[in-house]
């Protein structure tokens, strides 16, 4: 990933993968909270974010740890299995906190989300549904669109899929 800017709390930053049953009451709540602050506040839009399929995921955390041990959740994705929403293993609900975004923690987000998956899981092809906007992102990390467009929750989004 030749080219993409460091996040400059790096030092600071700690990755967390978990099943929903190993989330504590207490990451649960910052894990909702950010997923609502950016998908239904900030992009205005009502959906229901708990769609059920979190209990079949795993979750990665991207967390910031203050020198004082405090933590902040700055980052997340869930690894969806193949046969739960697609054909083949997913990524989804990609999020980082808009405090945190402009120095590439999406892309250091979207690279260990798509390690732990293979470490995980093994190599496989992986689909994702992504807001159309944000293709030229997920085309940097080896996703290529289907080219047709649909609209999910009032927004454009496109099926990729990194082979």
Same mark, same amino acid.
């Given at each position: 990933?030749?080219? @993409?800017? $460091?996040?400059? %709390?790096?030092?600071? @930053?700690?990755?967390?993968?978990?099943?929903?049953?190993? @989330? /504590?009451?207490?990451?649960?709540? *910052? =894990?909702?909270?950010? *997923?609502?602050?950016?998908?239904?506040?900030? %992009?205005?839009? $009502?959906? @229901?974010?708990?769609?059920? =399929?979190?209990p079949q995921c795993l979750h990665v955390l991207g967390e910031a740890v203050a020198p004082d041990g405090s933590v902040r959740l700055v980052a997340s994705t869930r690894l969806v299995p193949h046969g739960v929403s697609f054909a083949e293993a997913s990524i989804g609900r990609v999020v980082t906190a808009p405090a945190d975004r402009s120095g590439g923690l999406g892309?250091?987000?979207?690279?260990? /989300?798509? !390690?732990?998956?293979?470490?995980?899981?093994?190599? %496989?092809?992986? !689909?994702?549904?992504?807001?159309?906007?944000?293709? *030229?992102?997920?085309? *940097?990390?080896?996703?290529?669109?289907?080219?047709?467009p649909y609209i999910e929750d009032g927004i454009p989004h496109l099926e990729m899929i990194r082979r």
């Open positions: 990933m030749s080219g @993409l800017t $460091v996040w400059p %709390q790096t030092a600071g @930053l700690r990755w967390r993968c978990l099943p929903f049953d190993a @989330l /504590s009451a207490a990451t649960l709540y *910052r =894990l909702l909270r950010l *997923r609502s602050e950016v998908f239904v506040v900030e %992009q205005n839009c $009502v959906f @229901l974010d708990m769609d059920g =399929l979190d892309h250091l987000l979207m690279a260990e /989300s798509v !390690r732990l998956l293979e470490q995980l899981w093994g190599p %496989q092809p992986i !689909r994702i549904g992504a807001q159309a906007h944000l293709e *030229r992102f997920y085309n *940097r990390h080896g996703f290529v669109s289907d080219n047709k």
